[in-house]
């Protein structure tokens, strides 16, 4: 079905489409290059029903069609940025917790380092293929900053905001110049070709949510050892 045969369909149809696949854009965002078409297709699917939902509600309640469909939309992103934030853990955490699947369904270790919010970075190291290390000894410091406190690309390329550079002999070159009042912060891009490996430290951060504190209290349970009868 080609777009113009899209916008051939009813208003009634359009709205819960589009609504399902901008959710299921934000709800995927960095994890879509290996999803296959019919994925796409279905996750959308699965969203716009919240949107015929929404729809059919209003209809019921005589809200007008263009009200009826901003707010169906609406509700329809705001599902999908759920599902990305409490939804997927949810699952995730739950799967481990019944010890069904530790799989997350991430595309790559890359694609589940990159989408983290739970843990603050600290640090970033990147080993180059000459052996020299690119480091960001406090990233902490550039959580703020543009960018920051690192971007890392889903094919292995990395930018990050280099404090030290120490080379294959041992020499130490920290980076004095690296924050700049009048012209910002200078940020390394390095190509997935020039690195060997990458190296990066979390720090959790604490729960502030009930939700999340009883994720950890039930964490703390499973983990401790029983006692011996």
Not at 80 to 102: D, M, V
Not at 164 to 181: F, H, M, N, V
Request: with cysteine.
């Amino acid at each position: 079905m080609s777009a113009e045969d899209l916008l051939k369909l009813p208003w009634d149809l359009q709205v819960p489409l589009a609504s399902g696949y901008a959710a299921y854009v934000l709800a995927y965002t960095g994890l879509r290059d290996r999803q296959k078409t019919v994925d796409v297709a279905f996750i959308s699917l699965v969203f716009s029903l919240i949107a015929t939902g929404v729809l059919a509600l209003a209809a019921k309640h005589g809200v007008e069609p263009l009200r009826s469909s901003g707010l169906a939309f609406a509700v329809t992103v705001i599902s999908g940025a759920f599902w990305r934030k409490l939804g997927r853990p949810l699952i995730g955490w739950s799967l481990r917790a019944a010890n069904i699947t530790w799989a997350n369904d991430d595309p790559s270790a890359l694609a589940s380092l990159s989408e983290n919010t739970k843990c603050y970075v600290t640090q970033v190291a990147v080993l180059l293929d000459d052996d020299s290390w690119l480091s960001c000894e406090n990233a902490v410091e550039f959580t703020k900053a543009p960018f920051g406190p690192f971007q890392l690309g889903p094919n292995g390329d990395i930018a990050l905001y280099v404090t030290d550079i120490s080379l294959a002999d041992g020499t130490e070159k920290p980076q004095l110049r690296l924050r700049d009042a009048a012209y910002g912060d200078r940020i390394t891009y390095v190509p997935a070709a020039r690195i060997k490996r990458i190296t990066v430290r979390y720090l959790r951060k604490p729960n502030r949510s009930w939700l999340g504190a009883a994720f950890d209290r039930s964490r703390q349970e499973q983990e401790e050892p029983s006692a011996a009868p």
